[in-house]
């Protein structure tokens, strides 16, 4: 796809419905085909991603049908899966892979995954070496660590284990494939990743302990279909956080985002840096906090961000990063160097594409430093297939003097089909 333009605006206004939570969305739909009964998934998130997710658990004979952003799946329990006739394709889900390792662990039958070329380079060690040590048989490339993968399941036991990295799906694929472990299965992290699937895992009725950094499960837990409300995902909000921070006019407003304390980083990083942002009709449904956002226009400053506060933004950093350009004096981003291991390299690709941009960024080897400016030049951006930069290019564009011509910008239907629609509607 040749680049799409993206012209300055001096101001922004209106209302946004952002799509469903992705890492919601995907837990919904794999907890729905474990279930025995209907689940009902209300305000599905329909990008490529989560739409990876439904392919691989049609292949295991799960059935589900969807109408707008409804999804009802119908459970039989994991004794109904069947062994897959071809080999089933995550796309460009590091979620949908990781997840579906651990929830497979435990079948009887052999199945193999791939996904995209981003895909197959993105390392799964972290979550088969756990898998493996349950009873697991894996075998890939590169010593079980890259797709594709063939993984036969077996007699699975539960173990402790403590990761040297907080990750959710890491966290999440070792205590799905727990669920079918003997014993109990422990995952203890250095410090706590966001927790959608402890929270749903009790909706759905698994008893799930959780202290601290410290989640256990038993095996043998039977999961019932439920109603799910899928909240709107803040990490797509946080992209409207930024530009109704950074225009020079204009107020926006963001109905039912999810504000789940272990996802509300950006949050604390922007109204840290200065942000004008408010939390209204806080509540929760289906055991996840929601609330409406609303943003207007504010001198930002720059901050240092790292520690704690990295597992609970770390898909928000591009954007993040964009803000720091733009902001007063300077920011440095550091803890982070899993963001060298997503859909791109997003330190070196932020970097790069920022500098392009007339931006001053240093990379670091587990972060950014950021001086910010005034104002950005314009130019040319390259998503290089990462949905989070295609978006992140394009607020750019929008607060930029000359304005940014994106290239594959359809990388942005992963978790926002709709994004450059909505762009058109508040940019004014």
Same mark, same amino acid.
């Given at each position: =796809? &040749?680049? %799409?333009?993206?012209?300055?605006?001096?101001?922004? *206004?209106?209302? !946004?419905?952002?799509? @469903? $939570?992705?890492?919601?969305?995907?837990?919904?739909?794999?907890?729905?085909?474990?279930a025995?009964?209907?689940?009902?998934?209300?305000?599905?998130?329909?990008?490529?991603?989560?739409?990876?997710?439904?392919?691989?658990?049609?292949?295991?004979?799960?059935?589900?049908?969807?109408?707008?952003?409804?999804?009802?799946?119908?459970?039989?329990?994991?004794?109904?899966?069947?062994?897959?006739?071809?080999?089933?394709?995550?796309?460009?889900?590091?979620?949908?892979s990781?997840?579906?390792?651990?929830?497979?662990?435990?079948?009887?039958?052999?199945?193999?995954?791939?996904?995209?070329?981003?895909?197959?380079?993105?390392? =799964? &060690?972290? %979550?088969?070496?756990?898998?493996?040590r349950?009873? *697991?048989?894996? !075998?890939g490339?590169? @010593? $079980?660590?890259?797709?594709?993968?063939?993984?036969?399941?077996?007699?699975l036991?539960?173990?402790?284990?403590?990761?040297?990295?907080a990750?959710?799906?890491?966290?999440?694929?070792?205590?799905?494939?727990?669920?079918?472990?003997?014993?109990?299965t422990?995952?203890?992290?250095?410090?706590?990743?966001r927790?959608?699937?402890?929270?749903?895992?009790?909706?759905?009725?698994?008893?799930?302990?959780?202290?601290?950094?410290?989640?256990?499960?038993?095996?043998?837990?039977?999961?019932?279909?439920?109603?799910?409300s899928?909240?709107?995902?803040?990490?797509?909000?946080?992209?409207?956080?930024?530009?109704?921070?950074?225009?020079?006019?204009?107020?926006?407003?963001?109905?039912?985002?999810?504000?789940?304390?272990?996802?509300?980083?950006?949050?604390?990083?922007?109204?840290?840096?200065?942000?004008?942002?408010?939390?209204?009709?806080?509540?929760?449904?289906?055991?996840?906090?929601r609330?409406?956002?609303?943003?207007?226009?504010?001198?930002?400053?720059?901050?240092?961000?790292?520690?704690?506060?990295?597992?609970?933004?770390i898909?928000?950093?591009?954007?993040?990063?964009?803000?720091?350009?733009?902001?007063?004096?300077?920011?440095?981003?550091?803890?982070?160097?899993?963001?060298?291991?997503?859909?791109?390299?997003?330190?070196?690709?932020?970097?790069?594409?920022?500098?392009?941009?007339?931006?001053?960024?240093?990379?670091?080897?587990?972060?950014?430093?950021?001086?910010?400016?005034?104002?950005?030049?314009?130019g040319?951006?390259?998503?290089?297939?990462?949905?989070?930069?295609?978006?992140?290019?394009?607020?750019?564009g929008?607060?930029s003097?000359?304005?940014?011509?994106?290239?594959?910008?359809?990388?942005?239907?992963?978790?926002?089909?709709?994004?450059?629609?909505?762009?058109?509607?508040v940019?004014?």
């Open positions: =796809m &040749r680049g %799409v333009f993206i012209k300055p605006v001096s101001s922004v *206004a209106g209302e !946004i419905a952002v799509p @469903g $939570d992705k890492s919601i969305s995907h837990r919904a739909a794999l907890l729905g085909g474990m025995h009964g209907e689940t009902h998934v209300s305000n599905f998130l329909l990008g490529q991603d989560c739409l990876s997710t439904l392919h691989c658990l049609k292949q295991l004979g799960v059935s589900s049908e969807r109408q707008g952003t409804e999804v009802w799946i119908r459970g039989e329990g994991m004794e109904a899966w069947t062994e897959p006739t071809e080999v089933l394709d995550a796309g460009n889900s590091g979620t949908t990781r997840l579906m390792l651990g929830v497979l662990a435990g079948s009887p039958f052999a199945v193999t995954l791939t996904g995209d070329a981003s895909l197959r380079t993105r390392p =799964m &060690r972290r %979550v088969t070496d756990p898998l493996k349950m009873g *697991a048989q894996i !075998i490339r590169q @010593g $079980d660590n890259l797709f594709p993968l063939t993984m036969k399941g077996g007699q036991h539960g173990q402790t284990f403590r990761t040297a990295v990750s959710a799906q890491v966290k999440s694929a070792i205590i799905l494939a727990g669920l079918r472990a003997s014993g109990e422990c995952v203890e992290e250095p410090v706590s990743s927790d959608h699937t402890e929270r749903m895992l009790r909706g759905f009725g698994v008893e799930v302990l959780s202290e601290k950094t410290v989640v256990r499960v038993h095996g043998g837990a039977r999961l019932t279909g439920q109603e799910v899928v909240p709107g995902d803040i990490s797509s909000a946080a992209f409207f956080l930024v530009l109704g921070s950074l225009a020079g006019r204009g107020e926006l407003t963001l109905p039912n985002v999810g504000v789940n304390p272990t996802r509300t980083g950006i949050l604390d990083a922007l109204r840290a840096m200065g942000a004008d942002i408010e939390l209204i009709d806080v509540t929760e449904i289906c055991g996840e906090l609330a409406t956002l609303r943003v207007r226009p504010a001198r930002l400053k720059g901050i240092e961000i790292g520690g704690d506060m990295i597992p609970r933004l898909d928000e950093i591009p954007i993040l990063a964009l803000a720091a350009s733009l902001a007063e004096g300077e920011t440095v981003i550091r803890d982070a160097a899993e963001l060298r291991v997503k859909e791109s390299d997003r330190i070196h690709t932020v970097a790069e594409g920022l500098n392009a941009l007339g931006a001053k960024v240093e990379e670091l080897p587990d972060g950014l430093r950021i001086q910010g400016q005034p104002s950005l030049r314009g040319q951006a390259n998503s290089f297939g990462d949905h989070r930069l295609a978006m992140t290019w394009a607020i750019a929008l607060l003097q000359q304005g940014i011509s994106v290239e594959d910008m359809a990388a942005a239907d992963v978790s926002y089909p709709e994004f450059l629609a909505v762009l058109k509607k940019a004014l």
